[in-house]
Structure formats: C-alpha cells, structure tokens
C-alpha cells in the first residue's frame, strides 16, 4: 500500500491539532503541517476544503476530517 | 460482562481508572475523547505538584498514568445510552456498540453553553466558534464579537484585540470576571464593550456577516458587523445520558451525596457533571478517587 498524502491545517494554541499530530508522529505518519493562523493562503485553503473555519482539518488523500477523531481517523489511515 | 464502566476521560473518569485498575475491578473506560475541559485551559497553578503547568500537558500526564496499568479502554467512542437492567446497566455507543456492567461512574463533565439564538447553529464552524484558544487566530484580522462577561471571555478578547481589527465584548450582565483580566483590557483601543446587551441572532448566509444584539435596559436593537463570534458564556452539565434515572438539580447537574452515590445502585458520577460545588482539576480528580473506591466497595458487597 502506497503513504496516504497527510496534511495537517492547525493553529499554534489549538490542544485538538497538537494531539491530532501527535497522533499521527505516533504512529509513523508522515504529513504537510500548514499553520493557518500565519499562512493566509492555507486559512483560505482549508476553509474552501472544508466549508468551515475550526482546526484542526486534516485532509487524507483528498477526504477532509473537521477536528480530531482518533476512531475515524484511523479508519481514514488504514492503521 | 464488565464490573464496571466509567464514561468519560477528563480528570474525574482517568483518575477513577487509575484506582479501579489498582483495585483489579475489571473495567472499561469509555469516552468520545481523552483530556477533557484541561484541554482548552492554557496555564495551570494550582494542581498540587506541579507548580505551572498547561492543561494538555498535565492531561498527557494522567493518560500516561492511567496507561501504566492493565485496563480496558474505548477512546473515540461517546456514551449515548444508558439502561438499568435486573443486575446493572447497559451502555450503548454513538459507534453502535454496547457493553453491560455491574456498576458505572459518569464522569462526562461539561461542554460550552450555546446561546440558543437563531443561526448560531447553522453558523457553527463557520465563524460561530466556542474554542477561542483553537480558532482565535483564524480571525486574524478580521472584526469579531467576543460574548459573555466572565473570564473565559476576557481572556478570549484579551489575545483577540491583540490580532484582530475590532473587538466587540457582549456581556448580559456588567463583566463578572478576575479585575487583572478586566484592567488588561483598558488600554485596548480596538474594543468596544455592550454591557447588559443580549445576542438576538447570529446573521450571515454560509459564513457569519454579524450579529444582532439589544440592549436590555432600553431594549434597543443593534447590528454589529462581525466576520467571527467567540461564546464564552459558561458550561453545561453533560448528563442527558442519565437524566431519566437521577435527579438533576436545577442547572442540569446530577446530584450525589458524599460518596458519589447517585441514589440508584451501582450508579456513581464523578467531576463536573455533579453538584459537588466548586470546578477544579483538583476536586475532579479527588472526586474521581472516591467514586472509583466507593465502586469497588459496592461491587465487594454484590
């Protein structure tokens, strides 16, 4: 099975995001981290993706997750 | 067939898990999420032990402890039915599943309370928000309307007019928060403050446009112009699980005697779901304690 392209949009004060990525570090996913309360263009970004504006919002391989859901995540996953 | 099931994993369920598990009961911690209120509170002074530390950190901390020891868990996984049967109860699961027990402790805690106006719901997530720690700097820039008058709401305004263009802060009553979070706020010339003013409705066609609040002295109308809203106007009890079986007091919360006991066998509750008065980690934590040894001494007696 080929990696699932991984990407994180978060804040720096969000607790849910650091957990979700935690998350993912361990259990050996790698992913793109976008930081949307610096990067404008990844606010914009993950708000057309996922229709709303609350992190984290994690887009596996195109399927977007609003918050962290450690069941459906690792459904998402595959682990 | 469980001995025991604790629902909920914020400080009263972890710590109850902890004592369940030195006592070999066979139990299931079960819970939609691992952490609790701590997650969303940034500094901590006054766990014993620690003599600061963040909220998630110290919630890592008790997962790890609670981790040490051999103990069934669902994590992901929220309560969303409880029955009693002849010999105990049953817990069924917003993923379907079910599990019986001989005794249960609720230690669900309490979640943000809504404003209950038109188009806040509609809006929620799309700029009705009621994490201002996670989402705040999404509105970078932006006008925002900050509501409620206690501390959770001056802290929110006080890291938003550091970032935002505008801040409104909508109170019902005159600010009820600590005075240091009330003065740091003095100086913020991007503030504007409606005391004793209402939220009417929360307006906006797929995002939020504004809101419209009144004043309720002279019940005076107002629109603000707002591209987020932080509601920061207290919490509420998460006891609709067992609020058919228990008596709840007046604000939702379920009520226990000194033991934990909730009146009805075998059914604990433990934390910010009860009536024990005064919200702190600490007494959370202690109450999980009890909950937990006033379980086994039940389950010793069946």
Redesign the interface.
């Known amino acids: 099975m080929s990696a699932k392209e991984v990407k994180v949009y978060s ?9 979700a990525k935690k998350f993912l570090e361990d259990n050996g996913i790698e992913y793109q981290h976008l930081d ?2 610096e990067d404008k263009a990844a ?1 914009e970004e993950m708000i057309s993706k996922s ?5 984290p919002v994690i887009d596996i391989d195109g399927e977007i997750m ?1 918050g ?5 995540l690792k459904e998402k996953l595959g682990i | 067939m469980y001995e025991l099931i604790i629902i909920g994993a914020g400080p009263a369920g972890m710590t109850a898990a902890v004592y369940a598990a030195r006592k070999r009961i066979n139990a299931l911690l079960l819970s939609k ?1 691992l ?1 609790g209120q701590p ?2 509170t ?1 500094g901590i002074e006054n766990y014993m032990g620690y003599q600061y530390i963040e ?2 950190e110290l919630m890592q901390k008790f997962e790890e402890q609670v981790k040490q020891f051999p103990l069934e868990q669902r ?3 929220g309560a969303s039915s409880l029955s009693r049967l002849d010999a105990g109860f049953e817990v069924g699961t917003d ?1 379907g599943e079910s599990y019986r027990a001989k005794a249960v402790i609720i230690a669900t805690g309490k979640r943000p309370r809504p404003l209950n106006v038109p188009g806040e719901e509609r809006l929620r ?3 009705v ?1 009621y ?1 201002a ?8 820039g932006e006008k925002v309307a900050v509501i409620g008058g206690g501390n959770s709401a001056l802290e929110a305004a006080g890291d938003m007019v550091k970032i935002a263009e505008h801040v409104h802060l909508v109170s019902i009553t005159p600010l009820t928060g600590d005075q240091i979070l009330i003065d740091n706020l003095k100086d913020a010339s991007n503030l504007s403050t409606f005391l004793e003013h209402e939220v009417v409705e929360v307006e906006g066609s ?2 939020v446009e504004g809101i419209a609040i009144r004043d309720l002295k002279t019940g005076e109308g107002k629109k603000l112009e707002v591209g ?1 809203i932080f509601v920061e106007i207290g919490l509420i009890p998460n006891s609709e699980l067992v609020r058919d079986i228990v008596k709840l007091n007046e604000v939702g919360e379920i009520e226990v005697n000194y033991a934990c006991e909730t009146g009805v066998p075998g059914l604990f509750a433990a934390g910010d779901v009860t009536d024990v008065p005064e919200k702190q980690i600490v007494i959370a934590a202690g109450e999980g304690s009890k909950a937990a040894l006033r379980a086994h001494k039940y389950l010793q007696r069946l």
Do not use: H, N
């Open positions: 804040t720096p004060t969000c607790p849910y995001c650091k957990m949307v309360a606010r229709g709303q504006m609350g992190v609003v962290f859901d450690q069941t459906k | 999420d952490g997650l969303t940034v909220g998630p994590i992901g996984q993923q997530g799309r700029g928000t994490c720690i996670c989402d705040g700097p999404i509105f970078a797929s995002r987020g």
